[in-house]
């Protein structure tokens, strides 16, 4: 059905409890995608957990150009005051705005940045250097996905019309581009000093930059201190 159709005979709507996504009721098709657009909400509270629990510095400074996305989002919104399509079709909106998308928009700036950090950031690997690049490759297609079924979604759902959607794609990656390199270039090189600082000390804020492998480097390293206290308690015991 075209876009004017569904505005002039609008659905029954069925809200998600919770976060008041609406999708059309009975529409299976409409729920699955109503669950979809609230991933981007799921990227936001992985961050921050992430941050919690590990403090590393470039999470940090990747949620900080989150933060900044959303920002220059919602000032385009306010100058460009472009309406939703079907206006009034949902109840439950945060502005009446739709151009660009905020869900795409953060959707390709996670997804531009994190190709990115794959392929330029992270250091591959001698000895599993073909695995390295296909798991890269396949999460890469992963994420391609996930970014589309949410631009998808946001059309499917009224909450968007294409334009609003595909806009919102590439100030996001725009964005995700920008401040890729910014942090490379620019914060990176300070991070040493940051994570020098008391108060990050005091917060144990570290810097893991200069590390290929944080997973296999924290790996060993637990593994490792695990061996020695498992050692030690031994030689006590006997």
Request: proline share 5%.
């Amino acid at each position: 059905m075209a876009l004017e159709e569904q505005c002039l005979v609008p659905p029954q709507w069925r809200s998600i409890s919770l976060t008041h996504v609406e999708f059309p009721e009975g529409d299976l098709t409409g729920q699955v995608l109503a669950y979809i657009s609230l991933l981007p909400i799921a990227i936001l509270v992985g961050f921050v957990t992430l941050i919690v629990f590990k403090r590393e510095l470039h999470t940090i400074s990747f949620f900080g150009g989150l933060i900044l996305n959303e920002g220059v989002n919602w000032l385009l919104k306010h100058i460009l005051r472009e309406p939703r399509p079907c206006a009034g079709a949902h109840t439950t909106l945060h502005t009446e705005y739709g151009m660009p998308s905020s869900h795409s928009q953060l959707m390709w700036f996670f997804v531009v940045y994190f190709f990115l950090f794959l392929y330029l950031r992270m250091h591959q690997t001698n000895n599993a250097r073909c695995v390295d690049l296909l798991w890269r490759h396949i999460l890469s297609i992963i994420l391609l996905g996930v970014a589309l079924s949410v631009s998808y979604s946001r059309v499917y759902l009224l909450y968007h019309s294409w334009s609003q959607v595909f806009y919102g794609a590439v100030v996001g990656s725009t964005i995700g581009i920008i401040w890729f390199f910014f942090t490379q270039e620019v914060l990176t090189p300070l991070f040493p000093k940051i994570a020098a600082w008391p108060i990050s000390e005091y917060f144990l804020v570290r810097d893991t930059s200069l590390i290929p492998n944080i997973l296999w480097f924290e790996y060993t390293v637990t593994r490792s201190e695990a061996r020695n206290r498992q050692r030690k308690l031994g030689t006590k015991l006997q």
